[in-house]
């Protein structure tokens, strides 16, 4: 059975850092994209970033330059540093993998 479990969220200023984790088990971790997507109150869930098995990382525009994805296959975890936090960035925070596969969500509040 696939889980996925977020941590990691909270609240913080505008300006500041946050890292999310994303640990997984049920899967052979290695050989699998991830994403991280967050649905910010009372809009649809949105992309947020993609690691593919190989590394390759992809960024939604609203987050380029300021989010980082990575991954620790050892730990078969996936992680996102933000940076530069937005208020705009406040959202549940959910990992996903094989786009079937989601987790319980974190949330991440940010304030002005």
């Known amino acids: 059975q696939v889980q996925l479990v977020e941590s990691g969220g909270g609240l913080v200023q505008a300006g500041g850092s946050l890292r999310l984790s994303c640990s997984a088990s049920g899967i052979v971790f290695s050989l699998n994209a991830m994403g991280w997507y967050r649905q910010a109150p009372g809009k649809e869930r949105e992309w947020v970033a993609t690691?593919?098995?190989?590394?390759?990382?992809r960024y939604a525009d609203s987050v380029k330059g300021r989010f980082a994805i990575s991954r620790d296959n050892a730990k078969k975890t996936v992680y996102l540093q933000m940076g530069s936090l937005k208020p705009e960035d406040t959202a549940v925070y959910y990992c996903?993998?094989?786009?079937?596969?989601w987790g319980q969500g974190t949330q991440v509040t940010v304030s002005s």
């Open positions: 690691i593919t098995s190989g590394g390759s990382t």
């Open positions: 996903n993998t094989r786009s079937v596969y």
